[in-house]
């Protein structure tokens, strides 16, 4: 099997990790009502605290403008308030309210329960491989 072979099949199985967690982020919007990435963003609130958008982003593996977008939305639905740091006006600290905090606990449940059952049906070995490789910091 050539190189060319291995980069083929390699990017199927991409395409197909990616196919499944539009799905599955989909399903999770319907049941929920919440995007996956809100729901990140909610549990790095719950998580920080009163917390800057950067320290949400770097929590959260998400761009700024991205959580700047997602934390409008999460504004509008009363789940959290941002406000102006008074030192210096250009640091926005964001925290739940407590509707954001009541609806944080349950969003885990939803969104690890099909990821946990997926990883006990992986085959022992290839377990801690797979693991390693799915959470390994990018170079």
Not at 55 to 71: C, E, K, Y
Not at 88 to 109: M, S
Request: charged letters at 30%; proline letters at 5%.
């Amino acid at each position: 099997m050539t190189s060319k072979d291995d980069a083929a099949k390699l990017f199927k199985a991409i395409r197909r990790i990616v196919r499944a967690i539009d799905l599955r982020s989909r399903e999770v919007a319907r049941a929920v009502g919440l995007t996956i990435p809100q729901i990140v963003v909610l549990q790095a609130a719950r998580d920080l605290g009163k917390v800057t958008t950067k320290a949400l982003s770097q929590h959260a593996d998400l761009s700024a403008p991205t959580v700047v977008i997602i934390l409008d939305k999460l504004e509008e639905r009363g789940l959290v308030v941002r406000h102006r740091s008074p030192i210096d006006r250009r640091i926005v600290h964001t925290r739940l309210t407590p509707e954001g905090r009541g609806c944080c606990a349950p969003r885990r449940r939803c969104c690890m329960t099909n990821s946990a059952s997926n990883l006990r049906h992986c085959r022992r070995r290839s377990r801690p491989r797979s693991s390693r490789r799915w959470t390994r910091s990018p170079a």
